[in-house]
């Protein structure tokens, strides 16, 4: 038996499908299982290109590593991104400097 997801709305485990449709028996809400992945929220580069992880991107701004003298120049090339929740967008490992969180506004995706 696969698991259902709560409800969005109230919580409720006691979820059920009707076709395509989810129910919850508790709030009457309805919802769709695709639907419901749609909503993630979509990270986009500086020009706009959607990104993924295990993307390639570049730094567009040289960015100062706050609490140190260190500088993400322009033009670093960053593999392997894993993008989170919050307000710096994506995870990374940087040349040179290490683990870094980077906000999506100073990448640009590369081709690979």
Known sequence: MSELPPCPKCESPYTYEDGELLICPECAHEWSL????????????????????????????????????????????????????????IDCKIPGIGQMGLKSEFVKKVAE
Do not use: F, W
Request: a neutral charge; zero cysteines; hydrophobic letters at 40%.
């Open 34 to 89: 695709t639907a419901a992945h749609a909503d993630a929220p979509v990270v986009r580069d500086s020009n706009g290109t959607p990104l993924a992880d295990g993307d390639t991107v570049s730094v567009i701004k040289d960015l100062k590593v706050k609490g140190s003298s260190a500088v993400v120049k322009v033009g670093t090339k960053v593999k392997g991104i894993r993008l989170v929740e919050g307000d710096h967008d």
